[in-house]
């Protein structure tokens, strides 16, 4: 049983809410030090990344609950559905609706309202990773 830090992104639209799926901050912040010639990922790139995500309040609740950095975890779901929020209504009419699936998509990812990836809501408390 350890003590962890869990970073979930809000929705302004009432009621609304993704299934959580956490990864390490750390992990991520990890990559984003690595060389560009390694990664691929540019200056500007990262940045933008840390500035979406707000990664210096990831930080800030580290040292507010006397933990390390490796202990913050956010989830990422909210990022997948506002990727699929931004680049769905830009291809949807190139999008077959030929199942029931594909329609209900095309049209929630048109309309679902974005995560507010600067605020967070921040839970602490013990969980037991599997070994």
């Not at 540019?42 to 390390?68: C, G, H, P, Q, S």
């Not at 913050?72 to 609706?97: E, Q, R």
Request: hydrophobic share 40%.
């Amino acid at each position: 049983m350890e003590q962890y830090i869990l970073v979930d992104f809000t929705c302004s639209d009432e009621g609304a809410d993704t299934f959580d799926l956490y990864v390490s901050w750390i992990d991520l912040k990890n990559l984003l030090s690595l060389p560009e010639k390694e990664t691929r990922i540019k200056k500007e790139t990262r940045k933008i990344i840390n500035e979406y995500l707000d990664t210096e309040k990831f930080i800030e609740y580290a040292e507010y609950y006397e933990l390390d950095e490796s202990r913050v975890f956010f989830n990422i779901i909210p990022l997948f559905v506002n990727a699929a929020a931004t680049i769905v209504p830009l291809i949807k009419d190139y999008c077959g609706s030929e199942s029931t699936e594909s329609s209900f998509f095309v049209v929630h990812f048109t309309t679902v309202i974005q995560a507010n990836t600067r605020k967070h809501e921040v839970n602490c408390g013990p969980f037991v990773l599997p070994k």
